[in-house]
């Protein structure tokens, strides 16, 4: 990939210098051949409960070819049926949680395989807009009837004492 770049160096809002360059990315120049992939890849949700794949989370090992150029197949709870054809990557999805078959493709049609659990690890947020105001209603009537394991009702008598006029010296 060959980017062309240009800079310009600003003082106080106007253009001072300017410049321009040429970028060129280089891939591996003697990736393997052969892929290795993770038996087993537990991965956890978001707080979208979306997952993010990408090639390198699932292939061991090293000196493969740019990650970006492998593709990714989805056989969700094991059904190739149900196969998600080159997913792709570093795009949040939403998958179901569960265990799922994957596979690795690379350019040259070469192929690994493996499986990988979607779960929620997040503890939960509650979000409340609510306003605790206290709730004062006196009860003027009881309906029903009471059965002998019935919780008790009873009566209590407050007596206030104006504590001013209380003298302890009496």
């Known amino acids: 990939m060959i980017l062309l770049l240009s800079l310009d160096v600003k003082n106080n809002g106007l253009v001072v210098d300017d410049c321009e360059f040429t970028l060129t990315v280089v891939g591996f120049t003697t990736p393997v051949g052969s892929l290795t992939c993770n038996d087993h890849v537990n991965i956890s949700i978001d707080e979208n409960c979306k997952v993010t794949l990408n090639a390198d989370m699932f292939l061991e090992g090293g000196n493969y070819a740019c990650?970006?150029?492998?593709?990714?197949?989805i056989w969700p709870f094991h059904s190739q049926a149900?196969?998600?054809?080159?997913?792709?990557?570093?795009?949040a999805l939403e998958l179901p949680f569960g265990e799922h078959t994957y596979e690795i493709v690379s350019t040259d049609g070469n192929r690994s395989w493996g499986t990988f659990t979607v779960e929620d690890k997040l503890a939960p947020v509650l979000s409340c807009n609510c306003v605790d105001n206290p709730v004062i209603a006196p009860i003027t009537t009881i309906t029903g009837t009471f059965a002998l394991d019935s919780p008790t009702l009873e009566e209590y008598n407050f007596i206030f004492i104006n504590m001013q006029s209380f003298n302890c010296n009496k």
Do not use: K, L, S, T
């Open 67 to 73: 990650y970006w150029d492998y593709h990714i197949n």
């Open 82 to 91: 149900n196969v998600i054809n080159n997913v792709p990557q570093e795009i």
